[in-house]
């Protein structure tokens, strides 16, 4: 394409939504990507079937450093615009848990969906463009491994760090600085927790075992699964507490969210006073974590001759069990990127940069992160619209 309108750097989620909005308004998009697939984080999402937005998208379920930043975005271009795109595409989907919309089939139909959108809209698609340099003087030149380009806008949507085996890197954010866009710290966020020490040789061996639980950080608390793994916690209540959690503070995990421990296991005594205390808690907890818990802290006897005085420090522990993580897994194994270009430096209308006209940033890129559930998707598909809308 010869003298674009707009050239947008990654054709994920976000970069394609901009193309497709800035297209229908018939403008020029030049659409780069370095990698040889469009939509790589979109087809490996929600194990394959794309978890692509949300029923109960709400702006204080994103984390930023300015909370209000991304209500106008995300009023421009909502999770119900999204799903009447789908629709139009005859995309049978389904309803998770709390609120969560996945495709029924694959997420190869989203990408489908996407690529047919900006193919209808004019959009020029380049696959495997690498960048190597980003300048402005009259217009903005993009140098790539396949030439050079130029345009009076420029939009930024090649994402964070996370996942760096699909090809995440941290040019966005360094193309962002070389204009002088300040940065919010990037850190892994949506990420399994690690642990040392004693709580890691509890929870090693019972790798694999799953169970709901509410698990706390800071002051945020999720119910939703918990999985231990050989390095410490993942599952979904402890992928959301990641995002709300920070170096050298605990993580506190309900083990029967909703139920009084320290009750249930007198009344256990009382009513099987000749049962064991593992199997008690068995019958509360998966046995592996039962018989784990029952060795650590109850002594080996029938419930009869276990003082309550036990009983109650084990009820306290099942409903606020203190871990100190010693880290996390992360951008290898975080699904988004926490922080990113400061939103201060931002229109909060269009994501455009306050100081360097012409310059948009989007999606991921953006300090504005979801929790997990279709949230980190809603911000590319609206920051994305928003944009497109503007360039």
């Known amino acids: 394409m010869e003298n674009p309108d707009v050239i947008i750097l990654g054709a994920g989620a976000a970069g394609l939504m901009c193309a497709i909005s800035a297209g229908q308004r018939g403008r020029r998009v030049l659409l780069l990507e370095h990698t040889a ?4 984080k979109i087809l490996i999402s929600g194990g394959g079937r794309c978890n692509f937005t949300n029923r109960e998208i709400r702006a204080d379920r994103f984390i930023s450093a300015n909370p209000h930043f991304c209500k106008s975005v995300l009023a421009q271009y909502t999770a119900v615009d999204f799903v009447a795109l789908v629709q139009k595409h005859d995309i049978a989907f389904h309803e998770k848990t709390l609120g969560q919309l996945f495709c029924d ?68 954010h360094g193309i962002a600085q070389h204009f002088g866009l300040p940065l919010v710290t990037p850190r892994p966020g949506l990420v399994p927790l690690t642990f040392g020490g004693d709580e890691l040789a509890l929870m090693e061996p019972l790798a694999g075992v799953a169970l709901e639980v509410q698990a706390r950080a800071g002051k945020q608390g999720f119910r939703e699964g918990m999985l231990f793994t050989h390095r410490g916690l993942s599952g979904p ?40 205390g593992k199997t008690v808690l068995g019958e509360m907890l998966p046995s592996r974590l039962a018989a784990a ?50 939103t201060a430096a931002l229109n909060q209308r269009d994501c455009q940069a306050r100081d360097v006209p012409g310059l948009f940033v989007i999606g991921e890129a953006v300090d504005v992160t979801g929790w997990l559930g279709g949230y980190n998707f809603q911000w590319a ?11």
């Open 293 to 342: 818990l029952a060795e650590r802290h109850l002594p080996p006897r029938i419930m009869a001759e276990v003082p309550d005085k036990a009983l109650h420090q084990l009820g306290a522990l099942l409903n606020h069990w203190k871990l100190q993580p010693d880290g996390t897994e992360g951008f290898f194994k975080a699904e988004v990127t926490l922080g990113g270009v400061d």
């Open 237 to 276: 209540a402890i992928l959301q507490a990641s995002s709300y959690w920070q170096a050298g503070e605990p993580l506190t995990v309900n083990l029967l969210p909703g139920q009084d421990a320290r009750a249930l296991l007198l009344a256990r005594k009382a009513a099987r006073p000749k049962a064991e």
């Open 105 to 172: 089939g694959s997420a190869r139909q989203v990408v489908a969906m996407l690529l047919a959108e900006a193919e209808a809209a004019g959009v020029d698609l380049r696959l495997g463009h690498s960048i190597a340099e980003v300048s402005r003087d009259t217009a903005f030149r993009v140098e790539t491994s396949h030439g050079s380009f130029s345009a009076p806008a420029l939009v930024l949507a090649t994402g964070g760090l996370s996942i760096p085996k699909m090809g995440a890197t941290g040019m966005a």
């Open 37 to 40: 697939q469009a939509g790589s």
């Open 381 to 391: 598909w609206s920051s994305g619209w928003a944009a497109g809308q503007a360039v």
